[in-house]
């Protein structure tokens, strides 16, 4: 039975169901969205180029309002091919899926998976705390690593730094047990932070990305996991930083091994990988003109030339058109109405 409320209006007693407002709300968002952003729109461009007409939402979104919408272009030419396994591009502000090829398929992420011990570090920990390293890097063999010693004191700063520039195995496992103690207990909390955030095809079993059974994540949820850890400053300063040096008594230099800052304009992130199981993975942020894409390979040949013809493709086929004061005002009032994950699907075209 559908719930009522009772108002006056006229001297009349008026019963008007209590989700009239907030289907209003939502109505009127719609009817104030750019020409040719809606649902259908995007439906028509799916149904001529194989591009998917739903990008989804998470809790992570809720609350949050984008100033652009991004629309399909006059004339947009077919995708580029790609050599991986599996690809997606993500328009950052909204979360729209531009671009979809097996997407939501369950792969090995390899060292990606690096994003998400990076965020709850930075979530968790202070920067300018003090750990005295209990790993020594020489006994990793078969992994990247930043070179840590045992009972040299090193900031969680520089472990940051060590974790995404060189891909640190030895600097993850560090900063498993220090933010949570043991490894187990933190790649508990990995899994925790993913269902928070609406990765459900995601399941962690370490915190570097080695193969190991039940580890994987798809192409997608890899680029909202991207998309949620750009919106931290500090994150996106470090996964943009080509050269770092650290503090004593290390004291030497870190390079990053993200190719895509410097060969691809507009480069600011995020992360590489590689394992025998997953292949060569990419998850690349390129910003341009204000508007931000993410792209995402999996299991690729060539990881730089598939996120380069990506990137270039999406840029080169859509354009954002601002929100107009009439559109923001009702998407506040719809959210004031509890609507915030309902309007972020409705954003990214999704049915």
């Not at 993850?172 to 933190?186: H, S």
């Not at 996106?236 to 030497?252: E, F, I, K, Q």
């Amino acid at each position: 039975m559908t719930p009522w409320t009772d108002r006056k209006m006229s001297g009349r007693r008026t019963r008007w169901p209590r989700a009239a407002p907030a289907a209003l709300a939502l109505a009127l968002v719609l009817a104030w969205l750019p020409v040719g952003a809606g649902p259908s729109s995007t439906r028509a461009l799916a149904a001529s180029s194989g591009i998917p007409a739903c990008g989804g939402s998470s809790a992570a979104d809720r609350g949050l309002l984008p100033s652009a919408l991004p629309l399909a272009a006059t004339g947009v030419p077919a995708p580029p091919p790609v050599s991986a396994a599996a690809a997606v591009v993500l328009d950052g502000e909204t979360g729209r899926v531009l671009y979809d090829d097996h997407a939501r398929n369950h792969l090995p992420p390899a060292s990606t998976t690096k994003i998400m011990t990076a965020v709850l570090a930075l979530e968790q920990a202070d920067l300018q705390r003090v750990i005295v390293s209990d790993i020594d890097a020489t006994k990793l063999t078969d992994s990247s690593v930043m070179g840590l010693r045992p009972g040299v004191p090193i900031t969680m700063q520089d472990l940051l730094y060590g974790l995404m520039l060189p891909s640190g195995n030895d600097a993850a496992i560090e900063i498993a047990r220090a933010v949570d103690g043991t490894e187990r207990a933190f790649v508990q909390h990995m899994n925790r932070k993913a269902a928070e955030i609406g990765l459900a095809d995601t399941h962690f079993m370490n915190p570097h990305g080695l193969d190991a059974r039940g580890h994987y994540s798809t192409a997608l949820d890899l680029a909202r996991l991207a998309r949620y850890a750009m919106r931290d400053q500090t994150f996106a300063a470090l996964v943009s930083t080509r050269d770092y040096r650290l503090g004593a008594p290390s004291d030497y230099a870190l390079h990053n091994g993200n190719s895509m800052l410097a060969s691809y304009p507009g480069a600011d992130g995020v992360k590489i990988g590689w394992t025998e199981q997953a292949g060569w993975t990419l998850v690349a942020s390129a910003d341009r003109d204000g508007h931000r894409l993410f792209a995402v390979v999996l299991n690729s040949k060539d990881r730089d030339a598939d996120a380069t013809a990506l990137l270039d493709w999406a840029f080169a086929s859509y354009r954002w058109v601002p929100m107009s004061s009439q559109t923001e005002a009702s998407l506040r009032l719809a959210m004031r109405f509890g609507l915030g994950a309902t309007i972020v699907r409705a954003l990214a075209n999704c049915s």
